[in-house]
């Protein structure tokens, strides 16, 4: 337990499984209050709710608010449900999904699922919770994009023109916000150790994973936990003077 981020409260989207459920508990552990906003409440392969597991291990208090992030007004929903607590202070953008259908066979639907979820998701969460926190004084955007809305992948050309999208989205915001006390910021998780990676895109076990392996340095997969704590860094005073930054959570994957 910390103080690092005590009296604040956050809105984590997809924070019922994966990154987003480390994101909150790390944050909830600091001393934050939390509205966890997914379109499901139970975690994806099992578990308490996160809200109900911060409120049986931390001091602090957590609601859980159904959100489709493609949907405005749920967005809304979610960070009016943080005024319960006081009113927003941090708001991560982490709900994203991912697909590996080759380039030459992704549909018109795909498409709009994947772009509607992971770069207009971003857009318009970002937009509502600026908009309260202009008129409270200033706030703090972490976005979760990835190491591939830096460097791209063959493989994974949608997902990765998403992330690259929130990249440069992140940077935007950050220079139109920043005269309103906004900072705007993001990370980029490399291959993490979550149910989404596993099962999503199988990418753990056999040769795929001996391959990935070769292409950390540190030889090693992330766990949640980790990217976690870089938000919480972002989303906290230490990082006061941090604005339009991209932290890299990879293991040194990105510029090795």
Do not use: W
Not at 73 to 97: F, K, P, R, T
Not at 192 to 203: A, C, S, V
Not at 206 to 230: H, M, N, W, Y
Not at 248 to 256: A, K, M, Q, R
């Amino acid at each position: 337990m910390s103080n690092l981020l005590a009296d604040r409260v956050a809105v984590v989207t997809g924070g019922a499984s994966g990154n987003g459920r480390a994101i909150a508990r790390t944050f909830a552990a600091d001393g934050a209050d939390i509205v966890v906003a997914d379109r499901r409440r139970d975690p994806r392969g099992g578990g308490t709710p996160t809200d109900e597991l911060i409120e049986e291990t931390t001091a602090s208090r957590s609601a859980f608010v159904e959100c489709d992030v493609t949907d405005v007004d749920d967005l809304v929903d979610a960070v009016e449900a943080a005024d319960s607590y006081g009113g927003i202070d941090i708001m991560v953008n982490n709900a994203g999904v991912i697909t590996d259908t080759p380039f030459s066979e992704i549909t018109e639907g795909e498409f709009q699922r994947i772009v509607a979820v992971n770069f207009r998701g971003v857009f318009f969460g970002s937009q509502v919770a600026a908009e309260r926190m202009k008129d409270d004084g200033g706030g703090c955007i972490v976005n979760v994009s990835s190491t591939l809305g830096i460097v791209g992948s063959g493989s994974l050309g949608l997902y990765s023109a998403t992330k690259g999208a929130v990249t440069l989205l992140t940077y935007s915001l950050a220079d139109e916000l920043g005269s309103h006390g906004i900072r705007v910021n993001a990370v980029h998780p490399g291959t993490i150790d979550t149910q989404m990676n596993e099962q999503d895109l199988g990418l753990f076990g056999g040769e795929t994973e001996s391959d990935l392996l070769e292409g950390i340095p540190l030889g090693r997969f992330g766990q949640p936990e980790e990217v976690a704590d870089a938000v919480a860094y972002l989303a906290s005073d230490r990082a006061s003077y941090v604005n339009a930054a991209s932290l890299l959570v990879d293991g040194g994957e990105v510029n090795s």
